[in-house]
Nanobody, 123 residues
């Protein structure tokens, strides 16, 4: 069984940056496609970014492209989401997902999920 734990969320002003981390335990995740999703109050959970097992291929939602960067360190069983130029509309709970399959942009493309970390961007 794999456990994912997100960290790094918080309150930041618009234009600021945050780096989220997702640490996996239970087994190595080096063979897994990983992803980040987010859910704002009253809205459905939506895709943010995905990365393949080697880290050589990434894909982003249009809303975050050019501002967010997903990366991974397989030696540390950790995936990251660097978020720059944050906007109030980025406010949401951010979830890490693992055990993913292509295309990697749908909720059901992933087998396991973290509990989420809150990101709040003030204007």
């Amino acid at each position: 069984q794999v456990r994912l734990v997100e960290s790094g969320g918080g309150l930041v002003q618009a234009g600021g940056s945050l780096r989220l981390s997702c640490a996996a335990s239970g087994r190595t995740f080096s063979g897994d496609r990983m992803g980040w999703f987010r859910q704002a109050p009253g809205k459905e959970r939506e895709f943010v970014a995905t990365i393949n097992r080697s880290g050589g291929s990434t894909y982003y939602a249009d809303s975050v492209k050019g501002r967010f960067t997903i990366s991974r360190d397989n030696a540390k069983n950790t995936v990251y989401l660097q978020m720059n130029s944050l906007k109030p509309e980025d406010t949401a709970a951010y979830y890490c997902a693992g055990g993913g399959r292509l295309p990697g942009v749908r909720l059901h493309d992933y087998d396991y999920w973290g509990q989420g970390t809150q990101v709040t961007v003030s204007s």
